[in-house]
């Protein structure tokens, strides 16, 4: 299964070093890519409706304290949406079951 992730920040695409991720600038090339998992930096992205692929599990993870932005996402279906601690740490599991 093809995994994309939308993770602008260098210190964080870092943190992918150990998986199979293919990183994407744009919502048009997560589409194209026709990812089974799209992960997605939400305090780096302004349109993350955009980013909601049909047939594709989506996670965002973004700032704890950010509760508007981790709603909207949520609001927008994505599947999973995680404070940035969370998910870094719990990413392991989360690319290890795509």
């Known amino acids: 299964m093809t995994v994309c992730a ?3 920040g ?8 150990h998986h199979e991720i293919s990183f994407v600038s744009t919502p048009q090339e997560a589409i194209d890519a026709a990812p089974g ?4 930096d939400l305090d780096r992205c302004d349109e993350p409706e955009a980013f909601r692929i049909d047939g594709a599990r989506v996670i965002g ?11 909207a996402a949520e609001a927008f279906g994505f599947d999973d949406v995680l404070p940035r601690s969370v998910f870094f740490r719990r990413m392991a599991e989360i690319v290890g079951t795509a």
Do not use: K, T
């Open 10 to 17: 260098l210190m964080d695409r870092s943190r992918f070093d």
């Open 6 to 8: 939308y993770v602008p």
């Open 37 to 40: 998992l799209l992960i997605v």
């Open 61 to 71: 993870f973004g700032s704890h304290v950010d509760a508007e932005r981790l709603d």
